[in-house]
């Protein structure tokens, strides 16, 4: 099963290369230059809409990234602060809530981008279009989704993400 999914996880990954390659779009680096390179997670919290209560659904000390590359692509992940590996099949499947990762097209248009998404850590995403609002202020970048019903906590009702990511040097 693992074999499988690294499997066609780098077909994914190399047929996104080759597409990019072949001439998917670039982004003009003179109208989004801040937001281009790699940006490592510094924290993440969730915003309930019914309460305005803030969670930290991934821990205190939660670790991943997101990359913008010049060639129109991205690549998001976040994981839970203190993730443990799976032993038993209910241990995998609940490392599925722990973890937000997906990779795609970007389209990039002033403090928005969207991806495309082409591969997901869950595959109800695959072929929707995420949209995000960032504001990149020096070495820090701020995110923030749009109110939806997370797959991670859909038992919270309509959320959003509130992360801020630096950027690595």
Same mark, same amino acid.
């Given at each position: 099963?693992?074999?499988?999914?690294?499997?066609?996880?780098?077909?994914?990954?190399?047929?996104?290369?080759?597409?990019?390659?072949?001439?998917?779009?670039? &982004?003009?680096?003179?109208?989004?230059?801040?937001?281009?390179?790699?940006?490592?997670?510094?924290?993440?919290?969730?915003?309930?809409?019914?309460?305005?209560?803030i969670?930290p659904?991934?821990?205190?000390?939660?670790?991943?990234?997101?990359?913008?590359t010049p060639?129109?692509?991205?690549?998001?992940? &976040?994981?839970?602060?203190?993730?443990?590996?799976?032993?038993?099949?209910?241990?995998?499947?609940?490392?599925?809530?722990?973890?937000?990762?997906? !990779?795609?097209?970007?389209?990039?248009?002033?403090d928005?981008?969207?991806?495309?998404?082409?591969?997901?850590?869950?595959?109800?995403?695959?072929?929707?279009?995420?949209?995000?609002?960032?504001?990149?202020?020096?070495?820090?970048?701020?995110?923030? !989704?749009?109110?939806?019903?997370?797959?991670?906590?859909?038992?919270?009702?309509?959320?959003?993400?509130?992360?801020?990511?630096?950027?690595?040097?």
């Amino acid at each position: 099963m693992i074999t499988t999914t690294r499997r066609s996880l780098s077909k994914t990954l190399a047929l996104a290369a080759a597409a990019a390659a072949l001439g998917a779009p670039t &982004l003009a680096a003179a109208d989004t230059p801040d937001i281009l390179g790699t940006w490592r997670l510094v924290s993440y919290v969730v915003e309930v809409q019914q309460t305005g209560e803030i969670m930290p659904v991934m821990g205190a000390k939660p670790s991943g990234g997101v990359v913008f590359t010049p060639n129109g692509r991205v690549f998001f992940m &976040l994981t839970a602060d203190g993730r443990k590996p799976g032993k038993t099949d209910a241990e995998k499947a609940a490392l599925l809530d722990t973890i937000v990762s997906y !990779t795609g097209r970007a389209e990039i248009k002033g403090d928005q981008w969207t991806t495309h998404v082409e591969a997901a850590w869950n595959p109800q995403w695959v072929g929707t279009a995420q949209t995000r609002n960032f504001k990149v202020d020096g070495d820090k970048l701020q995110v923030t !989704t749009p109110w939806r019903v997370m797959p991670n906590w859909a038992d919270k009702g309509m959320t959003r993400s509130l992360i801020t990511f630096e950027r690595q040097k």
